[in-house]
Nanobody
Framework: QVQLVESGGGSVQAGGSLRLSCAAS????????LGWFRQTPGKAREGVAA????????NYADSMEDRFTISRDNAKNTLYLQMNSLKAEDTAMYYC??????????????????WGQGTQVTVSS
């Protein structure tokens, strides 16, 4: 099993940047596919970005690839999401998720079985 704790959320003006982190503990971190998801009240959870266990493969939602960057540091057991040029519609609770290999670098939340508690991102226009 792996435990996930997100941090780095907050309030920012449109056009600004935030870097989210997801610290993992409890298992062999480098064996996991990892993903970032987001959710707003009343809407389904949305895949943002995902990354392979070694970090060589990534997958982004179409609307975010030019503004967001997912990365991981397996030595530090930490996943990151760099978010630039933030828009009001990026306001959401952001979650990190994990799935042990063999795994797919997927944006489908059903592919992941470990989840963090989330960190809130609020973008004001």
């Amino acid at each position: 099993q792996v435990q996930l704790v997100e941090s780095g959320g907050g309030s920012v003006q449109a056009g600004g940047s935030l870097r989210l982190s997801c610290a993992a503990s409890g298992s062999t971190y480098s064996r996991y596919c990892l993903g970032w998801f987001r959710q707003t009240p009343g809407k389904a959870r949305e895949g943002v970005a995902a990354i392979s266990p070694g970090g060589s493969r990534t997958n982004y939602a179409d609307s975010m690839e030019d503004r967001f960057t997912i990365s991981r540091d397996n030595a530090k057991n930490t996943l990151y999401l760099q978010m630039n040029s933030l828009k009001a519609e990026d306001t959401a609770m952001y979650y990190c998720a994990a799935r042990e290999a063999p795994c797919v670098v997927s944006l489908a939340d059903s592919r992941y079985n470990f989840w963090g508690q989330g960190t809130q991102v609020t973008v004001s226009s």
